[in-house]
């Protein structure tokens, strides 16, 4: 936004002079709060923003702050542009997106009773999601074909949906489809993966049947799945096992690091809303993040170049202990004191490592193989109960040092195999409470504040911690822990309502 934008002291709506600034995105001012009422109802609400969109050749499109945002500030609220099943996904319903299941004493699922896909009922049935595609699939007689045979089976032709509603768009609404075709697909880097050469061979076909063969090409029908699978977010409804993905255009210009300032949550109705979970100062870009906190660099990055098609160099990637923590390293086999960090992985992700204290190297390979005997063994680990984990954690410790990522993983999964805390002996419960609260500390550093790891961590500890106050004295070592679970909780409640 110019600077005039952000300095004038006209009114929006009557153009008299005027001082009160719009809070939400301090562009706007109005000479009192009944045109600021009056100007939010007719269309400042749509663009009101704490942000704005710039480009550049290293990050593309990405947000930065206009103006200091607070920990909790909403920055977005969207409905989805498109959303749909995922490429490979058990059969849902096409409307809620919720997994099916035979209804009970039936040995299939309910249809749809004009098209016959799997559909939740006859609300679904009749929504508007589903009606213009529904009327397609009568029209010609494609039949998916898909019928119950064993819990979790994936069905192919979902692949479909997504690009089949992408291309309906074009006459539906074609401006909202010229919108979405802007959006990056790496189509380049994807295109002689696996999956992208099985897509070609049978998506192309399928979107031919339906549309005619004069509006679908091969090129085009991958250029779709790119786009989908670079800017697609999972969607995850509370309370809800919903096996869906969609595109939120807005939300699609936030750019990933790996110490996010900021975080999505989904309302039931599919509405997205971002919002800050720490302090951001004006200038800053605003992140969310597209992996998991508790992977190492190595995994991380790899992760990010096969899925969205980019090298990370975030301030946490290019840093080679991850603030302090040491996530991506091994302990030194040659002076057994210091700890192996990568040598230069803000220029090279595959560079070798070198030892903190003695400064002997490793070739990057051997780190990987080290790396790999603690996941062979977390791979063959009984999942049913947490001794297998707790065994791993005390055979690999003078092999990698206490942060190490494979590790904080292991306590992240013991944290659910240790299961319901009212099942759990007071040793057993102790021991989780314990996992919680070094967990917590991790997630200070990697996802702070209102951090999606560490509401996790802050909903888990607060479960146990009824339980435990039940048959242990309370003590002043969690009341803060406990008040900010639940301070953090009734803030996800109020937001997504």
Not at 140 to 153: E, T, V
Not at 173 to 185: F, I, N, R
Not at 259 to 284: C, E, M, Q, S, W
């Amino acid at each position: 936004m110019s600077e005039t934008e952000i300095t004038g002291n006209i009114c929006a709506v009557c153009g008299i002079t005027a001082v009160q600034r719009c809070t939400g995105c301090l562009a706007v001012t109005y000479c009192g709060k009944e045109h600021q009422v009056q100007d939010w109802k007719r269309g400042h609400k749509n663009v009101c923003k704490a942000y704005e969109v710039v480009v550049n050749d290293d990050l593309g499109r990405y947000c930065i702050a206009t103006k200091n945002i607070k920990k909790g500030d909403v920055l977005l609220r969207e409905k989805p542009s498109i959303i749909g099943p995922k490429t490979v996904t058990p059969a849902i319903c096409l409307t809620c997106h919720k997994f099916m299941m035979p209804a009970p004493g039936e040995s299939n699922f309910t249809l749809c009773s004009l098209c016959r896909w799997p559909m939740c009922s006859y609300i679904c049935e009749s929504s508007p999601l589903h009606k213009d595609e529904c009327e397609l699939f009568v029209r010609k007689k494609f039949d998916p074909n898909i019928k119950f045979s064993k819990l979790g089976k994936v069905e192919s032709n979902y692949c479909s949906i997504m690009a089949l509603r992408m291309l309906m768009l074009k006459e539906k609404d074609p401006k909202l489809y010229k919108k979405l075709m802007t959006l990056e697909s790496h189509l380049d880097q994807r295109r002689n993966t696996s999956l992208y050469q099985l897509l070609g061979m049978n998506l192309p076909m399928c979107l031919k049947m339906l549309l005619g063969r004069e509006k679908v090409d091969r090129e085009t029908a991958l250029n779709l799945c790119g786009i989908f699978d670079t800017n697609c977010f999972d969607v995850k409804v509370p309370g809800a096992k919903v096996n869906a993905r969609g595109i939120y255009f807005e939300a699609a210009m936030f750019s990933h690091s790996c110490r996010p300032n900021a975080r999505h949550l989904f309302k039931p109705n599919y509405d997205i809303v971002i919002f800050a979970t720490t302090d951001i100062k004006k200038g800053d870009i605003i992140s969310l993040s597209y992996t998991q906190p508790l992977k190492c660099t190595l995994e991380r990055r790899l992760h990010l170049k096969e899925a969205k098609c980019f090298d990370c160099f975030c301030e946490r990637c290019k840093d080679p202990t991850e603030f302090g923590l040491y996530m991506n390293s091994i302990l030194c086999t040659s002076c057994q004191t210091g700890k192996l960090v990568q040598i230069a992985p803000e220029t090279d992700i595959e560079s070798d490592f070198k030892c903190d204290t003695c400064e002997a190297t490793f070739d990057i390979e051997d780190v990987k193989e080290t790396k790999k005997t603690i996941q062979d063994a977390i791979k063959g680990a009984d999942k049913s109960s947490p001794d297998d984990f707790e065994a791993i954690l005390e055979m690999y410790k003078n092999t990698f040092p206490p942060n190490a990522s494979a590790f904080l993983e292991i306590k992240y999964a013991l944290l659910q195999l240790y299961g319901n805390p009212n099942d759990l002996s007071p040793e057993k419960l102790q021991r989780k409470i314990d996992l919680c609260v070094e967990l917590l500390e991790i997630s200070k550093i990697l996802d702070p504040d209102y951090g999606a790891l560490r509401t996790t961590l802050l909903k888990e500890l607060q479960a146990c911690l009824i339980v435990f106050f039940k048959t242990a004295e309370e003590t002043k070592e969690y009341k803060e822990l406990y008040e900010e679970a639940v301070n953090i909780k009734q803030f996800e409640e109020k937001l997504i309502k």
